[in-house]
């Protein structure tokens, strides 16, 4: 498959100061968070990005369309270099983002005029937005709130919303930067119901930043970040395997993972490689 996102030897530093005064000038803090990245996401893809805070993984998808630009190396999204200033619109017309928090990203007071935002700015033509409108509605399950005041909506219904806006221009990537960190259980199904369906139904080739394990196993791939390098990246399988590794870099393993291995110090003959809810009850009904 064709990479749509390429970093080439990447490295990133926030120029942040230190708040103390001496001889009258504050002394810069260099903070590298991102340092020689290289790696590839391939078109179609379903991608999740896993680090704890301070790791480098939302300055990586903040990278991927051109909201930073590298100090070293380079980023090259679809086959254009994010350094070129003059072609950013052209590259975040093929890598869309969702936020964290969703009411930084709708603009509108009623959802498919928000929706229709994004396509407005870029002269679609009006026929063409409904038909936008409406299709990434549908997609993300919202049509029926269509004409709703957004504010009015739960946090999981604004961030589908959010993700509609996205689907609406028509991106090919799909970038979320820990959009269920804000949510309580079942806004987070909803946003990663979506997200799958927009991977499996539409497509589209998906990146999402997250601190849940459990949402973690879902992708196809798992790429592990720590202090602005990678640490594991590969099959979910593979890199939950690796437990201490993980526990090195404070993180956790899925929860389901840990009560087979519980169980399985107990006697209970399960497999090695369980990372859900539903594979840990498959491999108990069929131990017993």
């Known amino acids: 498959m064709a990479s749509v996102i390429t970093f080439d030897h990447v490295s990133f530093t926030y120029d942040d100061f230190l708040p103390e005064e001496q001889n009258g000038e504050r002394r810069p803090l260099n903070n590298l968070a991102v340092k020689d990245l290289s790696l590839s996401i391939e078109e179609g893809s379903l991608v999740a990005v896993l680090g704890h805070n301070g790791s480098g ?24 270099n994010t350094k070129e200033e003059e072609r950013l619109m052209e590259i975040r017309q093929h890598v869309g983002m969702v936020f964290q928090n969703p009411d930084n990203q709708i603009v509108a007071s009623v959802v498919e005029e928000d929706v229709a935002f994004g396509p407005e700015n870029l002269g679609v033509p009006p026929e063409e937005i409904r038909k936008r409108v409406k299709e990434s509605l549908k997609a993300v399950g919202m049509y029926d709130y269509r004409k709703h005041a957004p504010h009015k909506l739960s946090g999981g219904q604004k961030q589908r919303v959010a993700i509609a806006g996205v689907i609406a221009m028509q ?47 879902l992708a196809d791939r798992v790429i592990v970040m720590d202090h602005g390098t990678i640490l594991s990246d590969g099959t979910p399988y593979e890199v939950f395997s690796d437990t201490e590794k993980l526990r090195a870099a404070g993180l956790d393993v899925p929860q389901a993972t840990l009560f087979a291995s519980a169980l399985r110090e107990d006697g209970l003959p399960l497999p090695e490689n369980i990372l859900t809810t539903e594979e840990c009850v498959s491999a108990i009904l069929e131990s017993i």
Request: charged letters at 25%; proline letters at 3%.
């Open 57 to 80: 993984k939302s300055t990586f998808a903040k990278l991927c369309n051109g909201i930073l630009v590298p100090d070293e190396g380079d980023v090259t999204v679809y086959g254009i």
């Open 171 to 217: 991106t090919g990537c799909i970038l979320f930067d820990e959009s269920t960190a804000m949510l309580d259980p079942r806004g987070r199904r909803e946003v990663m119901d979506s997200i799958h369906k927009l991977h499996k139904d539409l497509g589209k080739t998906i990146v999402y930043i997250t601190h849940y394990m459990e949402e973690a196993t």
